[in-house]
């Protein structure tokens, strides 16, 4: 028979040895690697879209239509310069054949500063990412007739920079559940990193076949909070909620050399596109489980489902969302 002390002994191994396993589980919201310590989080998902019904999707004809498979996929890596300084990146790609719009959909690089560790009654993180939509320019067709009259996106990209300043806290609780919450805020800068292909008849009225136009600086934000359930050595699971609100785009002018002949009619129609209402916002349900294969490799599985509010020239708008897939991570 064990005696009281060996048994209190125990218990308190177990819950510094899970306690602490909780705080180093991938997945979980707070999760940091320490000094010279590497991770990477590959994810594939498909995501089920039904179109919303804006003036923009029904100038289309693309109101309600279902498009799935849309694949995604994800990679998220990073490396600990301390224990308390990380460089991370963050990278997405999404394929939807059904509109024949590919590309890159999340891209940033940054850096995070812990200014308070697990030793402070909570956890707080400031980070700042470079925005790194600018890498490929914004590709689309832009018709009056046939098939999807309107512009027609080809990529995922808007062409732009930008800078992105962001705080997190949260606490790993003695009872191995974690609390974290999150607010970020994106600053885009206005340039011409876009190829927007011209159909005629508006091909004849710009005369070019081929557009760049000077797009407006925009601004965005990003809240939400996470939670984790370590349940023991090997199985947690975790939960979120996140809104993400999509500004309006903007067209300054036009950074093509138009024939002066064509220039009065180009800036009148360009005129109607200062403000282009485009914008949305989405509210994002999270829930994922992840099964630890060993102490370096967890394989996870996930699920999100988006409600949004699409502006009246949106076409990014549904009115079903849902996307589920799997993401294994590793350490180094």
């Given at each position: 028979?064990?005696?009281p002390l060996?048994?209190?002994?125990a218990?308190?191994?177990?819950?510094?040895?899970s306690?602490a396993?909780a705080?180093?589980?991938?997945?979980?919201?707070?999760y940091?690697?320490?000094?010279n310590?590497?991770y990477?989080?590959?994810?594939?998902?498909a995501m089920?879209?039904?179109?919303d019904?804006?003036?923009?999707t029904?100038?289309?004809?693309a109101?309600?239509?279902?498009?799935?498979?849309?694949?995604?996929?994800?990679g998220?890596?990073?490396?600990?310069?301390t224990?308390?300084l990380d460089?991370?990146?963050?990278?997405?790609?999404t394929?939807?054949?059904?509109?024949?719009r590919?590309g890159?959909?999340r891209?940033?690089?940054?850096?995070?500063?812990?200014?308070?560790?697990?030793?402070?009654p909570?956890v707080?993180?400031?980070?700042?990412?470079?925005?790194?939509?600018g890498?490929?320019?914004?590709?689309?067709t832009?018709?009056?007739y046939?098939?999807?009259?309107?512009f027609?996106?080809?990529?995922?990209?808007n062409?732009?920079?930008?800078?992105?300043?962001?705080?997190?806290f949260?606490?790993?609780?003695?009872?191995?559940?974690?609390?974290?919450?999150?607010v970020?805020?994106?600053?885009?800068?206005?340039?011409?990193?876009?190829?927007?292909?011209?159909?005629y008849?508006?091909?004849?009225?710009?005369?070019?076949?081929?557009?760049?136009?000077?797009?407006?600086?925009?601004?965005?934000?990003?809240a939400?909070?996470d939670a984790?359930?370590q349940?023991?050595?090997k199985?947690?699971?975790?939960?979120?909620?996140?809104?993400?609100?999509h500004?309006?785009?903007?067209?300054?002018?036009?950074?093509?050399?138009?024939p002066?002949?064509?220039r009065?009619?180009a800036?009148a129609?360009?005129?109607?596109?200062?403000?282009m209402?485009?914008?949305?916002?989405e509210y994002?349900?999270k829930?994922s489980?992840?099964y630890?294969?060993t102490d370096?490799?967890?394989?996870?599985?996930?699920?999100?489902?988006t409600?949004?509010?699409s502006?009246?020239?949106s076409?990014?708008?549904?009115?079903?969302k849902?996307?589920?897939?799997?993401?294994?991570?590793a350490r180094f």
């Amino acid at each position: 028979m064990k005696s009281p002390l060996t048994s209190l002994v125990a218990l308190t191994a177990t819950v510094i040895t899970s306690g602490a396993f909780a705080a180093s589980n991938m997945e979980n919201p707070l999760y940091m690697p320490k000094s010279n310590e590497a991770y990477v989080k590959l994810g594939a998902a498909a995501m089920y879209k039904k179109v919303d019904a804006t003036d923009a999707t029904k100038t289309k004809g693309a109101d309600g239509n279902v498009e799935f498979p849309v694949w995604r996929f994800t990679g998220d890596l990073g490396y600990g310069i301390t224990d308390r300084l990380d460089i991370h990146g963050r990278f997405g790609y999404t394929h939807d054949h059904h509109i024949n719009r590919s590309g890159m959909h999340r891209g940033r690089l940054g850096l995070t500063f812990r200014a308070l560790t697990e030793k402070s009654p909570v956890v707080w993180d400031l980070y700042a990412d470079a925005y790194l939509s600018g890498l490929m320019p914004m590709k689309g067709t832009m018709k009056l007739y046939g098939v999807n009259p309107g512009f027609e996106f080809a990529n995922y990209s808007n062409g732009r920079y930008g800078v992105i300043a962001g705080t997190r806290f949260g606490k790993t609780f003695s009872n191995d559940l974690t609390l974290a919450a999150h607010v970020e805020y994106l600053q885009t800068f206005g340039n011409n990193r876009n190829k927007i292909r011209l159909e005629y008849p508006i091909s004849a009225q710009f005369g070019v076949d081929e557009l760049s136009v000077d797009l407006k600086s925009t601004h965005e934000w990003t809240a939400g909070f996470d939670a984790m359930y370590q349940l023991n050595t090997k199985w947690s699971i975790g939960g979120g909620f996140e809104y993400v609100q999509h500004a309006d785009n903007g067209v300054n002018g036009i950074s093509t050399d138009i024939p002066a002949a064509n220039r009065p009619m180009a800036n009148a129609l360009i005129a109607n596109y200062a403000d282009m209402k485009d914008g949305w916002d989405e509210y994002i349900i999270k829930a994922s489980g992840a099964y630890q294969m060993t102490d370096a490799l967890q394989l996870a599985v996930f699920a999100e489902y988006t409600f949004d509010s699409s502006h009246a020239n949106s076409q990014n708008g549904t009115d079903i969302k849902a996307e589920a897939g799997v993401r294994l991570n590793a350490r180094f």
